[in-house]
């Protein structure tokens, strides 16, 4: 990871403030619970728990494609902004599992919702990709680009994983969530944001086949390379690393500490990565928003998801102070400070 991330791109609050309306989300149904993995890999419930904290995840059938659930969020997400799909006039998609090469999953969601011709594109950071997204619409309504702007986060993991590999199998899980972002008056919605990546540690965690570059052959299918690969011990000690000096330099531009924070939403990969967070910005762990226990990790849809479910539990309410900090494969990191 980059040491020398500057301080040069210190961001004063946007010249027109970008504000989160609403949220939406999407879960499966279908929940597989570490007792299901114990028969098919060699593992157990008492090992995914004590090292990642999940309990269980949810994985979606063939009908829950990643834009059927990004849709599904988008429209709670409208619903709830007493909005309608003819009023976006962005739509941007987080996803590492696209429905598709192309169309990009934006373009199966603008259909499937009915949004007008708006232009409508995935954005691919990994699990930073639903922060990535955010702040690319915060710098759109900032500017009067655009409006009214539709963010989702959507994943369908467990269609990448290689079911017979215990180190990567337990860990993630499918779903979507969404947020309509818009400028509010009196509000300061956005206050600051810190991205970065490090391609060169990129092999860290990939997923080497099913590109341009290792096409799907038989060959490679027979090797499994169209699957997560991952060393775990590295990755654990990137995310934390940089998590934590990304939300350091977050809440500096801010200028606030992390005492003012009503809620800190963290990327959900393992409860002992977001431990080693708190620990680090001297907070309690109850200052986290966390869920990673239900759905393991959702990628770029466990943000937006955790959003959601804080916003309708009143954990968070108007005029909070938020922290949302993330890690993926890249590597990339990215943190954001927002008013809700
Ligand atoms: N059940 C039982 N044993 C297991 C399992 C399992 N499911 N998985 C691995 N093990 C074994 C390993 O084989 C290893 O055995 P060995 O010592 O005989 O070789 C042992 O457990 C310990 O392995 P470690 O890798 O040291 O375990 P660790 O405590 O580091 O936990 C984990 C592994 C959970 C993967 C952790 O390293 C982690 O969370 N890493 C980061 C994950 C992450 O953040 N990923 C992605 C970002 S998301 C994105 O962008 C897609």
Redesign the pocket.
């Known amino acids: 990871m980059n040491k020398d991330m500057d301080l040069g791109s210190m961001c004063s609050p946007l010249p027109r403030s970008a504000s989160v309306i609403s949220t939406g989300l999407y879960l499966p149904t279908r929940v597989l619970s570490n007792h299901e ?1 114990e028969k098919m ?4 419930d008492e ?2 728990r004590s ?2 904290g999940i309990r269980e995840r949810r994985i979606a059938s063939d009908k829950e494609t990643p834009s059927f659930m990004g849709a599904r969020a988008a429209e709670m997400a409208l619903r709830e902004a007493q909005l309608l799909p003819t009023d976006i006039d962005l739509l941007l998609v987080a996803t ?1 599992t696209p429905d598709t090469v192309f169309p990009s999953t934006a373009c199966h969601i603008q259909r499937e919702l009915g949004a007008r011709h708006i232009p409508a594109f995935d954005i691919q950071a ?3 990709g639903f922060l990535y997204a955010m702040f690319l619409a915060g710098q759109c309504i900032a500017t009067g680009a655009y409006e009214t702007i539709l963010v989702v986060g959507t994943e369908k ?1 467990s269609t990448i994983l290689d079911w017979e590999d ?7 899980g499918d779903g979507a969530g969404a947020v309509i972002m818009r400028h509010c008056k009196g509000k300061r919605g956005i206050l600051s944001f810190e991205l970065g990546a490090d391609g060169s540690l990129g092999d860290l ?1 990939t997923v080497p086949g099913g590109g341009a570059r290792l096409p799907l052959r038989p060959d490679n299918i027979h090797q499994k390379l169209h699957y ?1 690969r ?1 060393d ?5 000690r ?2 934390i690393e940089a998590m934590d000096r990304c939300a350091k330099l977050c809440l500096k531009k801010a200028g606030i500490r992390p005492s003012d924070l009503s809620c800190i939403f963290p ?1 959900q ?2 409860i ?2 977001i431990e080693a967070l708190a620990q680090r910005l001297e907070l309690p762990l109850d200052a986290f928003h966390v869920h990673v226990e239900r759905y393991g ?1 959702t ?1 770029a849809a466990c943000i937006p998801i955790a959003l959601h479910e804080a916003s309708h539990s009143g954990r968070i309410r108007s005029g909070d102070l938020l922290l949302l900090v993330a ?6 990191w990215a943190g954001i400070v927002l008013e809700w």
Not at 41 to 44: L, S
Not at 166 to 172: M, P, S
Not at 232 to 236: A, E, H, I, L, T
Not at 327 to 332: C, E, H, M, R, S
């Open positions: 993995l890999v060699d593992t157990t090992w995914i090292r990642t590492t990994a699990c930073s993991l215990r180190n990567t199998c337990v860990l993630f965690l997560i991952m775990g011990r590295k990755v654990f990137q995310a990327h990969a393992n002992r990565i990790n990628s890690f993926g494969a890249g590597l990339t």
